[in-house]
Nanobody, 126 residues
Framework: QVRLVESGGGLVQPGGSLRLSCAGS????????VGWFREAPGKDREFVAV???????YYGASVKGRYTISRDNANKSVYLQMDRLKPEDTGVYYC????????????????????WGQGTQVTVST
């Protein structure tokens, strides 16, 4: 399994931007689908975005058009550029990686080979 470490969270005003990074370890990083979920207080975890090993990209409905996911396999990193942020974007953002990409509706089902990072807090508020 790949190990994941998120960074880049913080406090930002509505309408602002933030860029999250997910640094991975392991020799097969480029073979993984890597993406993001978020969890707001009192709410279920929500799928945000994923980029596959062949650079196919999928976004959750609530962030499509505002967020951009990208990857840099040479540096074993995936990035999430978040623009036009809203207070409802607040939550803990988790990086995830899996050798499989099982999408079902607006959800990414991680398999037994999936990995999670520890999360980074994003707060959108005045």
């Amino acid at each position: 399994q790949v190990r994941l470490v998120e960074s880049g969270g913080g406090l930002v005003q509505p309408g602002g931007s933030l860029r999250l990074s997910c640094a991975g370890s392991g020799r097969a990083f480029s073979s993984y689908a890597v993406g993001w979920f978020r969890e707001a207080p009192g709410k279920d975890r929500e799928f945000v975005a994923v980029i596959a090993w062949d650079d196919d990209i999928y976004y959750g409905a609530s962030v499509k058009g505002r967020y951009t996911i990208s990857r840099d396999n040479a540096n074993k990193s995936v990035y999430l550029q978040m623009d036009r942020l809203k207070p409802e974007d607040t939550g803990v953002y988790y990086c995830a990686a899996d050798l499989n990409l099982a999408l079902s509706g607006d959800w990414w089902n991680l398999s037994g080979s999936g990995s999670w990072g520890q999360g980074t807090q994003v707060t959108v508020s005045t």
